[in-house]
């Protein structure tokens, strides 16, 4: 399932691209109003400037040629046309006024220059007016008017026209500068605004795009865990859960209904065995799981192994996510394991097989892993890596908990050749040599294969190796220790192989020997420092058993008696043909002893019914009648063969019950108050077989005697 | 840096294993069997070996004995893809020499932890 976009970072996106965008649409107006307000002044700026020109170009033509002071003095110098010109004097005296009034608004600052043209205004009309009243007879009569000292008009004027210039070419030149300035920021207030703009559609395309795919992926998984039988949820940011399929109601049911009661109360009640570290509990509480496999009960006892992976949503501030549950077990296992037991032989092999493989291989992957992570790796190779690594470890709980699945309850049985652990034997029993003591592990004969489980085999003769050298040494010996394997014959006609581990030491008290004979191997033997407890338990698990015995002067001798390899298939059809003379009820949780004990029953003629659990026993001693009942102490569980042994006393009284057990010393005081016969697993098989037949003589033949054997 | 040895027949582990060392400063030289580090022990200098528990032809077990007869000062680390051998008297009795036992599935972090002890320690005692 593709991971579902986190949440804080698209409102972030947006936030800031929101914010981008008005601060710089803010500019850009403030700097449009700017510019425009500066446009509006430059014009009416200009158009002042305008106004001073005329006026001033006015003020010349009032001055200059055909003006004031050429009418002036046309009538100094014709007096015949006097009066004419001092009219067009007089009334270029009254423009220039006007004028200088007006060019006093324009130009303010230049107050000197204008006082000056007023001076040589009222100059030349104090004149004019003399001349007017006056006839001019003689050259010197005229000097006096017309020595009128026109200059400080003229500069006055020309700095008019200058200060104009000048006040013109600043001003227009600030506001230039101004409008650059503003419509630099414009522009990038304009090109960062667009920008933004552009940006956040590309980013609402890409999202939207992703999420396109990720409902396409949800769908596409959604089909897939439909496919495969998987459950679908939807955790609500209420805390609810909202199944999105059947499978999730089948598979649920009323956990996920809405009631007052909270859920995770809900799913404790339903789930007692959760812990708060559980990934179903996890997913529900709206917490990110990648994949991981656990094995729950459920309310009608069934054991289900569930694939969980969760995601959160896009908006993790929610709490919500999408919650997929896959039940593993239904669709690995489950068909294959409902009917036949010899199925859960089969897996058990595989998953042996399998783990032993995927151990290693996990080993070798996780320090690969563990090296490039540590390397300067960029891209998305981390991420790769700590999710490889999260999947190794759920392979490691995957691989632990198939096996512990395919083999629970039961033994790891499997066919093998007695020549590898002997083989392996030697090469460990090197370092367990020491200078004097020699270890000498013989080759096994050709075709020796044992059924059961080579790892305790071996351990069970490191164990014997071990205890022989240590004897040894403490006897401060040199010596030799022998291990060699020998055909024998189990019990009557049923093969097998005899382990012999020999050494040149003290060999054992006669107590140790004398205690072994009748039960299995006392506290004292295993205080003695022989682990034979150990070794007891392997053989007898295996359907053997081991005897003690000193060599005449020359040590102590342990030998491991086991059944030479038989096939995993239980005996239905030979007992199916049968005729069954009696019915018995064996209950053991070791297939390997019901089916030794099935096969020597079957050799008689007598049909066995087996049982690997108490629970399964006694509800076959309700639907079934037997003969005999023979069960095992210990069943693995909190119901033993005291239960049994009550139940059948209960529901069948006249039936005999037999507990058949490893430790026949403690079942002695455990049923002290039960009317049972007790016997070893071991070297007392042949006893309980006679005495099983003895009791079965007393019975009457079944009316069915086609009732044949059946695993449970 | 330290000069170590690696003897399994495992040469997948003892690649991804080597590399890792490598990787955390460690010059390090692979074996595939017994006579092969006993050869290389004797022409080079070593800091600290580790040794797989079960070889054919020629167990770790073996190994390690004549190991520390010839170099008792060396730190070795035997190490067992074998789970239940731990659970047996092999560990104590056979390997008591070894200065550590480890399973092959150990965390990485762990092996460096008791890498750098014993080299710690092994450059105490030298």
Redesign the interface.
């Known amino acids: 399932m593709m991971a579902a976009p986190t949440g804080r970072k698209p409102t972030y996106v947006w936030g800031v691209g929101l914010l981008w965008i008005s601060v710089f649409t803010c500019i850009l107006f403030f700097t449009g109003f700017t510019a425009l307000n500066i446009l509006h002044r430059q014009q009416a700026f200009q158009q002042k400037i305008v106004q001073a020109d005329i006026i001033l170009v006015r003020l010349n033509n009032q001055l200059g040629y055909g003006g004031f002071i050429h009418n002036f003095k046309n009538a100094v110098l014709r007096p015949d046309e006097k009066d004419r010109y001092l009219d067009a004097f007089g009334q270029n005296a009254l423009a220039i006024k006007a004028l200088i009034e007006q060019t006093e608004q324009h130009f303010p600052d230049l107050t000197n220059e204008i006082k000056n043209l007023g001076e040589t205004l009222n100059e030349y009309t104090e004149n004019a007016e003399f001349l007017r009243q006056t006839e001019l007879r003689q050259p010197l009569d005229i000097d006096p008017i017309v020595r009128v000292n026109d200059d400080f008009a003229v500069q006055a004027l020309l700095n008019l026209l200058q200060s104009n210039r000048d006040q013109m070419t600043e001003t227009l030149s600030q506001m230039e500068s101004r409008k650059i300035v503003l419509s630099v920021g414009a522009a990038i207030s304009f090109i960062s605004a667009i920008t933004a703009t552009a940006g956040l559609l590309i980013y609402a395309r890409n999202r939207s795009r992703i999420f396109r795919a990720a409902v396409e992926e949800n769908r596409r998984t959604s089909e897939m865990i439909e496919d495969v039988g998987g459950a679908i949820f939807k955790l609500g940011s209420d805390g609810e859960v909202e199944v999105t399929n059947r499978k999730g109601r089948a598979m649920f049911g009323a956990l996920i209904e809405r009631q007052s009661v909270p859920l995770v109360d809900r799913m404790l009640e339903t789930f007692p065995e959760i812990a708060l570290d559980d990934p179903l509990l996890r997913a529900f509480l709206g917490r990110k799981v990648d994949s991981e496999i656990s094995l729950y009960t459920f309310p009608d006892q069934s054991q289900r192994y569930l694939r969980i992976f969760s995601a959160p949503l896009s908006n993790q501030n929610q709490g919500g996510a999408v919650i997929e549950i896959t039940d593993v077990t239904q669709n690995m296992v489950a068909e294959k394991l409902e009917d036949q037991n010899r199925n859960i032989l089969v897996l058990g092999q595989v998953a042996r097989s399998v783990v ?1 493989d995927v ?2 291989v ?7 892993l ?2 490039l992570k ?2 300067d790796l960029g891209g998305s190779t981390p991420a790769l890596i700590t999710n490889a690594l999260s999947a190794l470890s759920v392979s ?1 709980k995957l691989a632990k908990r198939l096996l512990d699945f395919a083999t629970a309850g039961r033994d790891e049985v499997t066919n093998f050749e007695a020549s590898d652990v002997l083989t ?1 034997l030697r ?6 040599a020491q200078d004097q003591i020699l270890i000498d592990v013989r080759k096994a004969p050709a075709g020796a294969r044992l059924t059961g489980s080579p ?2 085999v ?2 069970a003769l ?2 014997l190796v ?2 022989a ?2 004897a040894l040494v403490a006897a401060g010996q040199d010596g030799q220790i022998t291990v060699h394997l020998d055909s024998e014959e189990l019990h009557p006609s049923i093969p097998g192989w005899v382990f012999r581990v020999t050494d040149t030491g003290p060999g054992f008290p006669q107590e140790i020997i004398a205690g072994s004979r009748s039960s299995a191997p006392t506290r004292s033997a295993e205080g003695y420092g022989l ?1 034979l407890s150990i070794v007891h338990s392997v053989a007898v698990d295996m359907g053997g058993y081991v005897q003690l015995s000193n060599r005449a002067g020359r040590g102590a001798e342990v030998s491991i008696h086991l059944p030479a390899h038989h096939s995993a298939e239980p005996l239905m059809q030979t007992a199916q043909t049968l005729h069954a003379s009696a019915r018995v009820l064996l209950v053991d949780d070791s297939m390997m002893v019901t089916r030794l004990l099935e096969r020597q029953f079957a050799k008689i003629g007598i049909a066995t019914h087996q049982s690997h659990s108490a629970k399964a026993a006694l509800l076959s001693l309700q639907t079934h009648q037997y003969d005999l009942v023979i069960t095992d102490y210990d069943l693995g569980e909190e119901q033993s063969g005291k239960d049994i042994a009550a139940a059948t006393h209960e529901l069948q009284p006249d039936v005999p019950v037999i507990v058949f057990t490893k430790t026949p010393e403690w079942a002695t005081e455990a049923f002290a108050h039960l009317n049972v016969e007790i016997f070893g697993k071991g070297n007392q098989t042949e006893t309980l077989i006679s005495r099983a037949k003895s009791l079965l003589a007393r019975s009457p033949e079944p009316a069915d005697a086609a009732f044949s054997t059946k695993n449970q | 840096m330290a000069r170590l040895l690696l003897c399994d027949d ?1 040469p ?2 003892s690649l ?2 080597s ?2 060392l490598g ?1 955390w400063g460690h010059s390090v030289k692979t074996t595939e069997t017994a006579q092969e580090a006993l050869d290389h022990l004797a022409s080079h200098t070593v800091d600290l070996a580790i040794l797989d ?4 032809g ?2 770790g ?2 190994l ?2 004549q190991i520390k007869d010839l170099y008792p000062n060396l730190p070795t680390i035997v190490c067992t ?2 789970d ?2 731990f ?4 560990m104590e ?3 008591e020499k070894a200065d550590e036992k480890i399973k ?5 972090a762990d092996l460096l932890a008791v890498i750098n002890r014993l080299l710690k320690q092994a450059k105490k005692v030298g």
């Not at chain 1, 090469?427 to 367990?432: A, E, N, R, T, W």
């Open positions: 032993h151990r290693n996990n080993a070798t992957l996780r320090f690969t563990e090296r540590g390397q490691d392996m090469s460990l029993s090197d370092g367990i790892n305790a071996l351990a490191i164990n071990v205890n050298r240590n682990g | 495992d997948m582990y991804a294993l590399a890792l990787d528990v079960v070889m054919p020629g167990g077990v073996s390690l004995h893809g074998r239940f051998l659970e047996t008297p092999l009795i056979g390997m092959k599935t150990i965390d990485p």
